[in-house]
């Protein structure tokens, strides 16, 4: 049976952070699937579109990876796509008692489901989505916080 | 003097893990009063007469358990309820830095005021009710994490 | 049945923090046991004596307080004084993660248990006896940081 | 080369803990410039003309305490300024997580600014703006939580 | 190539919580080779024997499992049994924080490392080694705490 | 008036991360005291003369920065060397709760001392003197975690 993880997440925008979680994680399983999350009731920051093409850019010399988007249930997407794990960095104690509630009750939903937590190298760890768009909004650079290989689309 | 609680909080909806916390204080106070609090410039999400139902549902074989809804301070209605304690369960440590704030804040308000921190059952504690609120928008089912009583109405 | 609480610690020396902790609980219960640890194998900093006698003089006038020392789990002394709560003072999120895995496992020994958590005020949060065991160690001054009523025995 | 300090934040209101800080770290400056950020999309509770006069009452009597409104990065907001230092006031734990990920993305944006982190006074600690925005939208009293000099403007 | 993971601790006792680990991360690895720590200036509480013993005992069912014990840097052997991950539960987040700087660490000394994080149970999280030695020197009962499977040699 | 700042610690031995510290706060004091602390009762790990010897030769370089070593209370050393202001770096939102207790303490002990705390870069933030005297006990290489200056001693 394959090892099929679920990295689920706005990615709005990717960064070099999300960047390091899945090259880390990629000797740990068969296939990682990069799910962006789409909201009906919110649109993100970044048009969806190009979220996604950042992201196939970033990985498109890995085999491995795949990317989609899905609205709904994270749990209702593992069980679609046969993926028994769900992949996430975390970054600080605050992240982590976020994603253990948010593990415990996918677990709760999906008993056979296990998340697996990967750590950032600690240099990237400052670096979240939230703090680049605002620095994005007023004109700051962001190319360094964001993978190299979309650095050419910014 | 009659030890009386005020329990306040949204309850939008209410979970088992609010359930336990009264239940584990029921030995410790005279009444306890579950105090829904009402904003006037943001509705919930399920209505207040829905929120209210359940919870006196839940509660309704306790006659020690009594139900309102409120707007305003919560330290005005322990004052007008002559409740002397407020009753909050913690989960987890971002819990605690946030409880531990409003619980000082009111103690400033008024002096004679103890807030009282019991643990919900660790298997709860990752239920809350807006990850709730985001698995049954979603057509997830939440019976499971919402007291047993009202799984019927859901 | 009467509420009463244990308030076990090995009180080496009592603090502002703990006679807080114990004033504001006072009208929670019928009767607060102030339980001083002892560990057969590694004796305190205080003799026995003095700490026991220091939280005596502490809360004389207070009919509902009682000292005792104990040797052994904390849940066996609960059943012994057929004290259903455990009352614990909480002054960080770090104080709280340890807490809680102790109160989780006293539950565990004991279903009817409830450990029941009540704030420090703000400014008595630093004080621990550890810092004051070392402050008076390097001759320093902890008259400021234990309750009023042992200045004239330090 | 002067020690010139930026102490950003939206001071909506100004609280005694911001007063605390700025006070405290006063010998360790030669200049600290109070700066109110703005958002073109999101005015905040009090007007600005209003936050920013509060906060010149507050720090009338010290030569070293500029006030002024910026929109944008706080680090350009720096360079404009020449000042090489951040100030930031820290309460719990969570805030330092928060304040250190924005401290170590500002000097991945200006290598040579450094952020100062100072406590608040414990009593001060539980003491937010957005608690005080709270309590003023429902008529309490927030005169003993914001600086004595501007209690006549409430 | 295999997936080889080192599960590292000293298990003085092994936990239903160590337990529920193994068990989670079963599927993601080839083996997993259960490590106990041993120091050579400290014994641990129970005799290094009893402690392997008790861990091939709980995993004998499972052909996955290698129990063995080591002195010495965690990274040496690593590289020695060609393990190119660790295996962590996490339960709080002070456990995090600890645990992101051994991790990181092991990383410095050893790049192609990486450290797998994956939750217990919520109802296993309290439990802890250091907890049940006390409870055990104190004559109370840790079956319930302890693999079913080992519950007869106590 | 001058700006003296002391930088108390163990130093055993001395990290990358405490040299980043010292650097990054050059700019902020006149004169940076690094002062060993000597427990009479607790030798360390490294003599007292190497430590000392690896810091001078660490900031030879920088006129600004002093050694000593000290026995006793922190605040006491503080008063002796006219110092107004303690140094510290911080890592972890556990080092900051340790760190909050300890300023309070001693802002009580010396009520016109500050305490300033800056943040380490976040590579070298996993870096402790406790993990670097485990992997130097166990013939690790701690050359790449200590400053580069005293790398030719070890």
């Not at 709005?12 to 000797?27: C, F, K, Y």
Request: proline residues 5%.
């Amino acid at each position: 049976m394959d090892r099929i993880a679920v990295f689920p997440g706005s990615f709005d925008p990717i960064t070099r952070g999300h960047e390091s979680v899945v090259i880390r994680a990629l000797d740990l399983f068969d296939k990682i699937i990069i799910a962006v999350g789409v909201n009906s009731n919110k649109s993100g920051f970044f048009p969806l579109e190009k979220r996604m093409g950042w992201i196939k850019k970033t990985f498109s010399a890995y085999g491995k990876v795949e990317v989609l988007y899905y609205e709904g249930l994270t749990t209702d997407l593992c069980k679609q796509q046969n993926a028994r794990f769900i992949l996430r960095g975390i970054r600080t104690s605050a992240d982590f008692e976020y994603e253990r509630s948010i593990a415990q009750m996918n677990k709760a939903l999906m008993s056979n489901l296990e998340t697996v937590f990967i750590l950032t190298t600690p240099e990237l760890a400052p670096i979240s989505s939230t703090i680049l768009r605002d620095i994005y909004k007023h004109d700051g650079d962001i190319k360094p916080f964001v993978p190299e290989k979309i650095n050419s689309d910014l």
